[in-house]
């Protein structure tokens, strides 16, 4: 089975440190990507990747930066965290060819606290 | 531009009673669309998909939706609910095989005994 392994289940941080959430698959995907979900607003796109070194933003990537410098390894970036970046965290991954398989797999989350 | 609107944030239901999950979408080309569901404290994982093929799609745990072209619809449904069946569940869509996935806000069903 794909797994995608995220680092921490919970986090809880104060208001200006840095924060780093890593994820890792083991299934030799090209495409990583971040989503935080929240109450009412369900899945948000953060940032997604294509390859290694390479990153899109998605749609709400302000406050955040990602790394990906291994195939299988992406993480997410919170410069000075804040409250209002108190949320479940979710990594996926997916294969680039759409053909070959269209779905993504998710990781367990991760929540974060900012205090 | 693509988005997805799931009605409603809770869907209660009794054992054994007919599951119905609403589902429009909005795509300017042919879209992909998919469900996933998220059981409490896990991540999402892919119940069923359309991608242009039978517009009839079957997936796990006995769910199946319909994609309505005229009705911009994907709603997901299962003839009898099971109490393992309460969880969150999300639809997706994607215009197109190179855009990414855009999800709704998704629906919690609760299954009474």
């Known amino acids: 089975d794909v797994k995608v392994t995220q680092s921490s289940r919970y986090l809880v941080k104060r208001t200006g440190e840095k924060v780093f959430l890593e994820c890792v698959q083991d299934?030799?995907?090209?495409?990583m990507f971040w989503y935080r979900q929240d109450p009412g607003l369900g899945l948000r796109l953060i940032y997604f990747?294509?390859?290694?070194?390479?990153?899109e933003k998605g749609d709400i990537p302000e406050g955040y930066s990602v790394s990906r410098e291994k195939k299988e390894r992406f993480s997410l970036i919170l410069e000075s965290a804040s409250t209002n970046q108190t949320s479940m965290y979710l990594c996926?991954?997916?294969?680039?060819?759409?053909?070959?398989?269209?779905?993504?797999?998710f990781g367990s989350g991760t929540q974060l606290s900012v205090l | 531009a693509q988005s997805v609107t799931q009605l409603g944030s809770h869907v209660s239901v009794s054992e054994g009673a007919l599951v119905l999950l609403r589902c429009n979408y909005s795509s300017s080309v042919p879209p992909y669309l998919f469900w996933y569901v998220q059981y409490p404290n896990q991540g999402l994982q892919l119940l069923l998909k359309y991608t242009s093929a039978a517009t009839l799609v079957k997936g796990i745990n006995g769910f199946e939706a319909e994609f309505k072209k005229s009705e911009t619809s994907f709603h997901l449904t299962k003839p009898s609910a099971h109490m393992s069946d309460a969880a969150e569940y999300f639809c997706a869509v994607r215009s197109g095989a190179n855009s990414k996935l855009t999800f709704g806000k998704g629906i919690t069903l609760s299954v009474r005994p």
């Open positions: 299934m030799d995907h090209e495409n």
């Open positions: 990747s294509y390859d290694v070194k390479m990153k």
């Open positions: 996926a991954s997916s294969y680039r060819e759409f053909g070959r398989d269209e779905k993504l797999f």
